[in-house]
């Protein structure tokens, strides 16, 4: 189990749905304050998150990924802030953006068997670890970067399920 300190305040995080599609947003700000409390990242660090339609994803992943047609999630770090190694808090700053497109993931959510809720706060997860520098280019960085993902995940869904909430 991962060790959770002091929440972090959520007055960083800021969220913006510009979909029709209702997100819970209090389940993404208790999420994304769970992981960066767990990660050990300063409470007062900036991320902004971003509910697109499939057009606006489009021309962001062509733009910026160089790829064609719209995908779930992207993440644009801005200060390359990292996981601090153990005891240590990382620095302040931006962590930067994660947008995730709620239309094309909710084929990918019926598939996996989950909400489109669960499927977000999934891709948000893997959006902040993106942010933190990991990646999955390589088999190794893969397993070590889904580890964390799925620990960071249960560990929230566990103590959300025992408070009460999302």
């Not at 660090?45 to 995908?71: A, F, K, N």
């Not at 200060?79 to 993931?105: H, K, M, N, R, Y």
């Not at 902040?128 to 893969?142: F, K, M, Y």
């Amino acid at each position: 189990m991962i060790a959770v300190g002091e929440p972090p305040s959520s007055n960083g995080i800021e969220i913006d749905n510009q979909t029709p599609d209702e997100i819970d947003e209090e389940a993404v700000r208790s999420l994304v304050a769970h992981h960066l409390a767990a990660l050990n990242i300063a409470p007062d660090c900036e991320l902004s998150i971003s509910m697109v339609d499939e057009q606006t994803m489009t021309d962001l992943h062509v733009r910026w990924m160089d790829e064609p047609g719209p995908t779930d999630v992207l993440s644009f770090p801005m200060d390359e802030l990292t996981i601090p190694g153990q005891g240590e808090l990382a620095p302040s700053g931006v962590l930067g953006d994660i947008i995730v497109c709620p239309s094309f993931v909710r084929a990918q959510a019926e598939e996996k068997g989950r909400t489109l809720d669960e499927e977000v706060q999934f891709l948000i997860t893997h959006g902040i670890l993106h942010l933190l520098g990991l990646d999955h280019s390589e088999p190794s960085d893969e397993q070590a970067m889904f580890s964390l993902q799925d620990d960071l995940l249960n560990d929230w869904i566990r103590s959300t399920h025992k408070a009460g909430t999302a």
